[in-house]
Each structure stands twice: as C-alpha cells, then as structure tokens.
Nanobody
C-alpha cells in the first residue's frame, strides 16, 4: 500500500530551526511533485514549499527567505528545512506527493499524516 511517512517537527523556540522529512513507502513507480502545506487553527491550509516533477521549486510567501526544500525523486524522499522560526509558524504540517503506484499509469495525490510544529515565543 502506497503511503507517505513524515518525520520531524515538535516544539521549537522562536528563532530556532527544524527539519521535516517525507518518504514514500510501498510499491511506488514514480514520484511527481512533492511538498508541504500547513494549517494553523482557524486558518486555511497554505503552501509552505514544493518541488515539481521537473525540479521547479516554489516557496510560500510567508516562509520565503528562511525555508529550503529538497526532493530526491529517485529515493522518493523530501526534506524541508525552516530557519528563523516564528510563533506564527505554529501549525500542523502536511506532506503531499503525486505518486504513481507500480502497475498503474495513473498518478494520484497522497497526503502524510501531518506533524505538529509549535514555536514558542
């Protein structure tokens, strides 16, 4: 069964850094885009960062300049690094990816279980 497994997150002090990782598990033939969204209580889900299948990177405006993302399409794993964290970065961070399972020609969107990031002031 294809799934995304997230790791990282937790409690961080303002000004600190954190890293998240996301790995596709199961019988995956191809990884397309991969990235992270986040959702804070009472707010809409917003893009943090993503890398397309062609390697094009998009960083969300609210985290630009302090966030990097890298994706290994062969290993089907991605990493998100955030520096200079602020209390407003507190949210649940969700990894997503476009994956094509082995034996299928149809890519589908998959989401990780989400990981809580809390930034204390």
């Amino acid at each position: 069964q294809v799934a995304l497994v997230e790791s990282g997150g937790g409690l961080v002090q303002a000004g600190g850094s954190l890293g998240l990782s996301c790995a596709a598990s199961g019988s995956v033939w191809r990884l397309g885009a991969m990235g992270w969204y986040r959702q804070a209580p009472g707010k809409q889900r917003e893009l943090v960062a993503q890398v397309t299948a062609m390697g094009s990177t998009t960083i969300g405006d609210s985290v630009k300049g302090r966030t990097t993302i890298s994706v290994d399409h062969v290993e089907k794993t991605g990493w998100l690094q955030m520096n200079g964290l602020k209390p407003e970065d507190t949210a649940v961070y969700y990894c997503y990816a476009i994956l094509t399972p082995v034996g299928s020609e149809i890519p589908n969107e998959y989401w990780g279980q989400g990981t809580q990031v809390t930034v204390s002031s």
